[in-house]
């Protein structure tokens, strides 16, 4: 089925992101994102209604919004009361407010936006130009998803030497076995 004007719109805006994902099921948007860290979240063309679902893992499940761009170009998750200049903007705001209060889950923040290559840039002998642009896509959402879960740890990471510093503990006291160097 063809995108609706408003889906089209919206998503010429970040197709080159690695969170969006293009036209997704909501199981298939599920099964995805099942196994990654709590806060990761994809952007797909709805299947029911002309704009974006954004999917996010949280703590026991899948959470889906509807994001809509209302007829003065803002972009509006449906039924909140924000509306923001861009999807980029929606997101920012999301890892820092949570777009639900019952769960409290934040945005993990998206990967840098894609670099376009150097205006007359010229084509190296090695490269193939007809490479597939959607192998291209799948790494760039390989390496989001990397960064997001390395972004995780290293959150988690923080807490613990933060919640360790405040019980007066090192974080990784009664973990640590020292290691024995033989001298030559």
Do not use: C, W
């Not at 063309?45 to 899948?62: P, Q, V, W």
């Amino acid at each position: 089925m063809p995108l609706q004007e408003n889906t089209r719109r919206m998503a010429a805006t970040i197709d080159r992101e690695a969170f969006y994902v293009g036209p997704m099921a909501r199981a298939e948007a599920e099964s995805r994102l099942r196994n990654d860290p709590v806060g990761t979240f994809i952007f797909r063309a709805s299947e029911t209604r002309d704009g974006l679902s954004m999917s996010i893992k949280t703590n026991d499940k899948i959470k889906h919004y509807m994001v809509a761009l209302r007829e003065d170009d803002r972009y509006v998750v449906v039924g909140k009361p924000n509306d923001f200049g861009s999807i980029r903007e929606l997101i920012q705001f999301h890892s820092q407010v949570p777009p639900s209060e019952t769960d409290g889950v934040l945005l993990l923040p998206p990967p840098a936006p894609p670099v376009p290559p150097p205006r007359g840039s010229m084509v190296d002998e090695d490269e193939d130009p007809y490479a597939s642009l959607e192998s291209t896509k799948v790494d760039a959402s390989a390496q989001a998803h990397a960064k997001a879960r390395a972004q995780q740890r290293l959150k988690e990471h923080q807490q613990s030497l933060s919640a360790s510093q405040s019980s007066g503990k090192h974080a990784y006291e009664g973990d640590f076995t020292p290691l024995r160097m033989n001298k030559e």
